[in-house]
DNA sequence: TAGATGTATGAGCATATAATCATATGATGG
DNA sequence: CCATCATATGATTATATGCTCATACATCTA
């Protein structure tokens, strides 16, 4: 019961991170290699391939080789799904916070 | 922009830990008091009271005063939904590696 | 007002996490 | 075979996180 909880939760840790969040946006158009996303995340390669292998290992993306290059992609469509219900989330918590500062 | 993917992984962090996943799915049925929660999900009042708050500041739950109690709920319903997304996830993930194993 | 009850918070500790630099590994073309 | 390009990994550091114990703070009630 409790593996299932801790399961679940390092699904989604895996996801609650900027540099990974950055990775899976730009993985929404489709496959790319490490020296492809490095630069277009502007993280350093070496950080870039650690949080590349963590998405992998934990499931949220899959990878196969291209010479000698290596692929990576999103794997399941949910973890699309979850960024935009938390985009949702914080858009109604913005217009809440807003409403109280009288901002909007 | 990038203080909105900040934004966004500090939404999804707040989900994904253990104890506050404990926590969310036991106020899916509801609103509830602190001294109810922390015995509950078998955790110290002390360490639940920080999850809540942490919680509650990130938007995650409401709570409301009712009396000497604090009342802790769900605010948003998209929670629940990345829960099962995120459920979702782990189960295609754990099929798919009882196949390599062969033991389904 | 003195307890009792419910909740929050300060201090401390152990561990986890993310980033960086340097280097290793591995595949490819000349 | 060597140089080069692409990727991964070891070591280190700084910071964040989660938990616990003790205590503070509020609110109610007898």
Redesign the pocket.
Known sequence: MDELVIARADIL?AIA???RLKIIELLRDGER???EIFPAIA?????T??????LQSCGVLA?RKD????MYRLKHPEVLEILQLATAILKKEICGKSDLLKVV
Do not use: A
């Open positions: 840790k991170q900027p540099t290699c490490v020296c993280e350093e390669q070496s950080n391939s650690r949080h590349l292998n963590m990878r010479g000698i290059k290596i």
